[in-house]
């Protein structure tokens, strides 16, 4: 059986290095993180003909459970990046999904997010983030061009003169950098943010949900659809929901929601979510644990994703939760909207209003996503006795009624955001 292992980067320091000898190393532009959106983007700039530097605090892949589910944008976005088919071949590839109800064995709702069958790539794709990590940073170390700079962390940065100033601690040494623009990609803690004192607002929820991530035994795995199943009120998690995922490697993730008041440490034992997992798949279901969490989820966002030199995308920029897989696919699609505009701008091809319009777009993008994920939240996890009537409501119709399933919402699924006011229309 292949088990996680965590992949470790051996860091080649800069040329500008020692700092305090040789001043500060000039750079166009800088990339800051070695997530999926920074990894992205900086494999886009460098098929442009960028020389590429991205900087991460990590010398390493993390593994665990993190962004999942691709949708069919950012297939797309990576096909054109030149890695599609190395996510397609390793990914699980799903169109359909399914809603239960309580004790119903049977679905009270399915839909098909591809009814176009003709088309290159599923509505969704599930892979492991660490996967598709580590093909992007494959892919960019490939390429001449490109720089990464693994265990490098950020100490300190102040914009002045229309430039980026960064004081920069490694193992082996500090340093600093002056650049054009920094591309801050450092996730939802991000210490750039937090080091120009910039606001990120927004609403907190205060629920939690387990995630367990498996690995069947034996021919399991292969009888089960690729198909995304959802619960409401099943009887093995009464009052709360569900949720399972197929991934690459025979592993399944399920999702369950525990409420507010829970003992974080009791619930990710074996004793506790056993017989959650065997409630779902039945109880001669044999399995080994893969993963274990607990998390709780937020929608926030930065007022602007522009601030001068320094321009954010992903989570560093806004915040959503996972119930419709907005999350890593809205940053991507922050990638695909900044690269081709920081492009032309530094060809002397376009002015400073395009990077405008970037903030524009996707601070409308992120407004969207935000909605969709806060609906879907208000929906999954009712707050009053009002709210879960209402619900309720739907569903006993959703099981009879046609007209009533469009009004189920387990998570509006990511889908490209159309720029109506775009200053680019």
Request: charge should be neutral.
């Amino acid at each position: 059986m292949t088990k996680l292992t965590l992949r470790r980067y051996k860091d080649k320091a800069p040329a500008a290095l020692p700092a305090h000898l040789i001043g500060p190393e000039t750079l166009t532009f800088v990339i800051i993180g070695s997530g999926p959106v920074g990894l992205a983007l900086a494999l886009d700039l460098a098929r442009k003909g960028h020389h590429i530097t991205l900087l991460t605090a990590f010398d390493f892949i993390p593994h665990g459970s993190k962004a999942i589910c691709f949708a069919k944008q950012s297939l797309d976005y990576f096909d054109r990046l030149g890695i599609g088919q190395l996510i397609r071949d390793k990914g699980v590839q799903w169109n359909t999904g399914k809603l239960f109800w309580k004790e119903n064995p049977k679905a009270i709702y399915s839909f098909d997010l591809s009814p176009n069958k003709d088309q290159k790539n599923p509505a969704f794709l599930n892979i492991q983030q660490y996967y598709v990590e580590e093909i992007l940073i494959n892919a960019l170390e490939a390429i001449d061009t490109v720089d990464i700079r693994w265990g490098h962390k950020v100490q300190h940065i102040q914009t002045k003169a229309g430039e980026a100033h960064l004081d920069i601690q490694t193992p082996t040494g500090d340093y600093l950098i002056k650049a054009d623009y920094v591309l801050a990609c450092d996730g939802h803690k991000s210490s750039l943010r937090q080091a120009m004192g910039l606001n990120f607002e927004g609403r907190v929820f205060e629920d939690n949900f387990l995630i367990v991530d498996i690995r069947f035994a034996g021919k399991q795995a292969s009888m089960r659809p690729s198909e995304r199943w959802f619960w409401f009120d099943p009887p093995f998690c009464p009052g709360g929901t569900a949720l399972l995922h197929k991934q690459p490697d025979d592993i399944w993730r399920l999702d369950f929601q525990l409420g507010r008041h829970i003992d974080r440490d009791a619930v990710m034992r074996p004793d506790y979510f056993d017989p959650l997992i065997k409630g779902m798949l039945g109880a001669e279901t044999a399995y080994e644990k893969e993963w274990v969490s607990v998390y709780t989820f937020q929608c926030r966002r930065m007022d602007r994703f522009v601030h001068g030199p320094v321009v954010f995308l992903g989570d560093s920029a806004h915040l959503v939760s996972p119930f419709g897989a907005r999350g890593a696919n809205g940053g991507l699609a922050d990638a695909d909207n900044l690269a081709w505009k920081l492009d032309r701008v530094l060809h002397g091809k376009a002015g400073q209003s395009l990077i405008e319009s970037y903030n524009h777009e996707r601070v409308q993008a992120a407004d969207e996503n935000i909605l969709h994920s806060t609906r879907a939240t208000d929906f999954i996890t009712p707050k009053n006795r009002a709210s879960l009537a209402c619900r309720n409501a739907i569903l006993e119709l959703a099981s009879k009624y046609d007209f009533a399933r469009p009004f189920i919402n387990s998570g509006r699924l990511s889908a490209p955001t159309p720029y109506q006011d775009s200053p680019l229309s």
